[in-house]
């Protein structure tokens, strides 16, 4: 099968298949979960176009309650309407029926209103006719904000935030030390409303926009927190935050365990070291937990692919016109017992990372069903480069051919999460690991 990749106009053939990190074309993000709030840099991608494989979750949804009541819009002249003739039928009936309705509207409106924020509307309607919801248009403020989040350095209050992709509710995964903490938002948190912005109304990466920004600067957050079903009011300064990212320890004598909070940043050298400190004490096994962890960094995470697999296929990117594009590990296979502790927060990179893993046979799942995030967007700038649209573009594949989207990865072993004070499923994957290695029967 050829390799392709995006020249600016269409695909074209690699001259050679790709090896090695897989470092290329998809140059962004396994996730539309972004870390929140740290230092950051990067870059729109390839020909001004970024590409993810976004993630999701949160399935319970707070209770509904009032919107607060809509300030009025002011100003924009009023225009007459006119008419569309081209090839495309489509085109020509959606031109001519809003001209149509934007002849009632400048004849018969009550109010003043702006027609930027019509035409940005009418933008993102024709985009919501598609029922897809990782496909979004972004106004000029949005786009700016998108972009100065990939090449500039933000601060904001250190949380793990991620977006149901069905209802747009922002669920808080992790709250590092720093701001958040401090003021106390917790972990399970729903994210409500970031100032006069409603978060269920927008984009995740409008509602990251609005909260970072300037250090020492606060910014206002409501969450609804479901223990005790109550909404609640936060005023967060906004500093830098460092997310440990990696956090590791040895669990026995001879088994170790590393938690990843997300594919980015240097945690594949993280990840290295730690097992190289590990093994130096004597580590012959590891648990590798990838629960809540809504994905990451496409580099990132064939990076830490190429650690624990054989040279072969990490996944395949397929897009709607049947070019793929394989991504390959380099073979540096960890060869030792090793089980993957995975949930329905495991999405995207951490999906692409498990499936991997499961298909080379070279650890054992324990969890329960992972999200299902298994299709690609990519990010591109419209005509004048001010405003810009996410896409779904494509579907990845395990290395078994496998597209696991809708459905998620099912567990080799699968442990439901006991409530409780132990960690039940941390348990059996390090019982599993012993018994590979020969300590338990």
Do not use: W
């Amino acid at each position: 099968m050829d390799n392709y990749y995006y020249n600016g106009n269409g695909y074209e053939p690699y001259e050679k298949p790709k090896s090695g990190f897989g470092k290329g074309v998809l140059t962004g993000v396994l996730c539309t979960l972004l870390v929140v709030f740290m230092a950051t840099a990067a870059t729109i991608g390839v020909h001004g176009i970024r590409e993810y494989l976004s993630s999701p979750p949160p399935q319970e949804t707070a209770p509904a309650r009032e919107p607060e009541q809509d300030t009025v819009k002011s100003g924009g002249a009023k225009g007459g309407s006119a008419n569309y003739t081209g090839d495309d039928e489509l085109l020509n009936q959606i031109v001519n029926r809003l001209s149509e309705i934007k002849g009632y509207v400048d004849d018969e409106y009550l109010f003043d209103y702006d027609e930027q924020q019509l035409a940005d509307g009418a933008y993102m309607g024709f985009l919501y006719g598609l029922g897809d919801p990782y496909t979004y248009y972004y106004n000029e403020e949005e786009f700016a904000a998108l972009q100065e989040s990939y090449t500039g350095e933000y601060y904001g209050i250190g949380v793990l935030v991620q977006q149901d992709p069905d209802n747009r509710e922002v669920t808080i995964l992790r709250v590092f030390d720093g701001p958040a903490k401090e003021a106390g938002i917790q972990k399970g948190d729903i994210l409500y409303r970031v100032e006069d912005l409603m978060v269920s109304e927008e984009d995740l990466n409008t509602v990251i926009a609005r909260i970072k920004g300037d250090e020492g600067t606060t910014v206002n957050v409501e969450v609804y927190r479901k223990e005790t079903e109550e909404y609640m009011t936060f005023d967060v300064e906004r500093r830098q935050v460092v997310s440990v990212g990696v956090e590791y320890r040895m669990l026995t004598d001879r088994v170790g365990y590393i938690l990843l909070d997300q594919f980015e940043g240097k945690a594949a050298e993280q990840i290295e070291a730690a097992i190289a400190d590990m093994e130096s004490q004597g580590m012959e096994g590891l648990v590798l937990d990838l629960r809540d962890n809504p994905g990451g960094d496409l580099d990132v995470m064939l990076d830490i692919a190429d650690l624990f697999l054989p040279r072969g296929v990490v996944l395949t990117i397929e897009d709607v016109k049947g070019h793929s594009v394989p991504y390959y590990s380099g073979g540096n296979s960890f060869g030792k017992p090793l089980v993957v502790l995975v949930n329905g927060n495991s999405a995207s990179a951490s999906e692409a990372l498990s499936g991997a893993i499961k298909d080379h046979g070279v650890g054992t799942l324990v969890g329960t069903q992972t999200f299902g995030k298994g299709i690609v967007q990519s990010i591109y700038p419209l005509r004048g480069g001010k405003t810009g649209m996410k896409l779904t573009t494509a579907h990845y594949y395990t290395p078994g051919g496998t597209c696991i989207h809708g459905t998620g990865i099912t567990p080799d072993i699968i442990v439901e999460l006991e409530e409780g004070n132990t960690d039940n499923q941390l348990e059996q994957a390090l019982a599993i690991v012993e018994e590979q290695l020969g300590i338990r029967p």
